[in-house]
């Protein structure tokens, strides 16, 4: 059974960091992506990052680019998503996901991701 559980959420003033984690089971981490989605109150979910942790390669979305990072300890099959200067605008429940490699290639990752986790809170405040 494939599970994706995340932590790391929580209650950070803007300009302030957070450190989410996202620890899978059941499946081969060689062949799947890893990433995150986030959807903010009244708004439509968005991916904006995932990893392929067989060899490291990244996709970032324009709003999150340059102040996120994320990656990925393969030994303890865990994608971090490591954000910086966060924002009000970056409020809203991250969703840890995943898919197998070469679908997340070739497609957006709405279509690619298979598998969901069941979510984790950001609150940025002012």
């Known amino acids: 059974e494939v599970q994706l559980v995340e932590s790391g959420g929580g209650l950070v003033q803007a300009g302030g960091s957070l450190r989410l984690s996202c620890t899978a089971s059941g499946f081969s981490f060689d062949d799947y992506a890893i990433g995150w989605f986030r959807q903010a109150p009244g708004k439509e979910r968005e991916g904006i990052s995932y990893i392929n942790p067989s060899d490291g390669s990244t996709y970032y979305d324009d709003s999150v680019r340059g102040r996120f990072t994320i990656s990925s300890d393969n030994a303890k099959t865990t994608v971090y998503l490591h954000m910086n200067d966060l924002k009000p605008d970056d409020t809203a429940v991250y969703y840890c996901?995943?898919?197998?490699?070469?679908?997340?290639?070739?497609?957006?990752?709405?279509?690619?991701?298979?598998?969901w986790g069941k979510g984790t809170l950001v609150i940025v405040s002012t």
């Open positions: 996901t995943s898919g197998r490699s070469a679908l997340v290639r070739e497609a957006p990752m709405e279509y690619a991701m298979s598998a």
